[in-house]
């Protein structure tokens, strides 16, 4: 049994916010991490993730998680641990509610193919970047700033919850603290986002029937633990069933596993503040290692058998093909892009422009422009 709030010392103190770009006065019933996490919730870009492409597109399945679905699992399990490290709740709902909103279509093809594209303009598209540009510039719902006007910390963890900036780097994001690692509640949520997928994917993949539960058990010892319990206990259940319970089982694993690294880095360091959680040449959040060689085994498996079978190989290099050709006709026609109120020049704001599209809305610009195409285009 994990002991509850034993790295309070090591919660970030709303009251020691570095504040907001655009100063606000603060109403009396929500701390400026609630207020950032409720502007996240009302914002178009996080709506427009339950039309965004998680993994598995349409078609298979009606009950596959798409991006909204994968956020609010994140969230979900990023606030469980908060609560029992004894970190802030509301600082890590919001990170955890934030991580994917800059995510365009179609998965991770789609960031793929965004990237590949502004290489050729000397630019890349990294969505967690995208995510910072849209709650500074794009989300624009205020009368008195541009963007969210989100509170330093949560802007630093977009920018900083899956990778450090490095102490000599002098580039756009300078102003987020450059050698020094985000509060443990940052620091939370990479590897939360990934007990999120890799659980789900599993799920997901199951019932779409891209494997047996015997072959996962396999290929993922601490799997093949869990479904013998399972079948033990419940051995007139049907697969589905097994399923279930042996993946509530496995995100308990994963989640006990990450609240007990993290515990045991911190205590090994002897960390005792924020100020040292920052300085620490390392993150401190981390899987035990059985935990990680469990995580690691599930990245495995579903490299193996989901992710690169042909239909989702053949649906990736569809959408792909289709976001370079949307791209290129409106670098020709840029008439047929709304109005828009960026400064950027034009590959970037295309870029921003089909990053902002679902799956759907996506498709149906594709299908009215299509026509206009050039047979190059086409071909």
Avoid at 74 to 102: C, W
Avoid at 105 to 122: D, Q, W, Y
Avoid at 195 to 220: P, Q, R, S, W
């Amino acid at each position: 049994m994990i002991r509850t709030g034993v790295l309070a010392q090591l919660r970030f103190p709303v009251e020691r916010s570095l504040g907001r770009r655009f100063p606000e006065s603060l109403p009396s019933f929500r701390n400026d991490f609630q207020r950032d996490r409720d502007r996240i919730v009302h914002s178009r870009a996080f709506r427009r993730l339950e039309a965004k492409t998680q993994v598995f597109p349409a078609g298979i399945s009606d009950h596959f998680r798409n991006r909204l679905t994968h956020t609010l699992e994140v969230a979900q399990l990023a606030r469980t641990a908060a609560r029992v490290l004894g970190v802030d709740e509301d600082f890590t709902e919001a990170l955890a509610l934030a991580h994917d909103i800059g995510h365009p279509p179609f998965a991770h093809s789609g960031e793929v193919a965004l990237n590949k594209i502004l290489a050729r303009f000397g630019e890349r598209f990294e969505h967690n970047l995208h995510s910072l540009r849209i709650v500074e510039s794009y989300e624009h719902r205020y009368a008195m700033y541009p963007g969210l006007n989100l509170s330093f910390e949560v802007r630093e963890g977009i920018v900083k919850h899956s990778r450090d900036l490095p102490a000599d780097y002098t580039g756009p994001l300078a102003e987020y603290l450059p050698g020094l690692r985000p509060p443990i509640e940052a620091q939370l949520i990479d590897l939360v986002d990934e007990i999120a997928y890799n659980t789900a994917d599993v799920d997901d993949a199951h019932e779409a029937g891209f494997f047996k539960l015997a072959e996962l058990a396999a290929a993922v010892p601490v799997a093949a633990e869990l479904l013998e319990e399972v079948e033990t206990n419940f051995p007139a259940a049907e697969e589905r069933i097994h399923l279930h319970e042996m993946q509530r089982r496995l995100i308990d694993h994963l989640m006990r596993g990450l609240m007990e690294g993290t515990i045991a880095a911190c205590q090994s360091a002897g960390v005792d503040s924020v100020d040292a959680v920052r300085a620490w040449p390392v993150r401190l959040v981390q899987f035990t290692a059985a935990a990680a060689e469990t995580s690691a085994a599930l990245k495995r498996f579903l490299h193996a058998r989901v992710y690169h079978t042909q239909i989702l190989v053949e649906e990736r290099d569809q959408s792909m093909q289709a976001i370079e050709r949307l791209f290129d006709f409106l670098l020709e026609n840029p008439d047929q892009m709304p109005e828009g109120h960026s400064s950027d020049a034009l590959p970037r704001r295309i870029s921003d422009y089909i990053a902002s599209m679902t799956d759907s809305y996506f498709r149906r610009v594709y299908s009215q422009m299509e026509p206009a195409f050039t047979p190059t285009l086409r071909s």
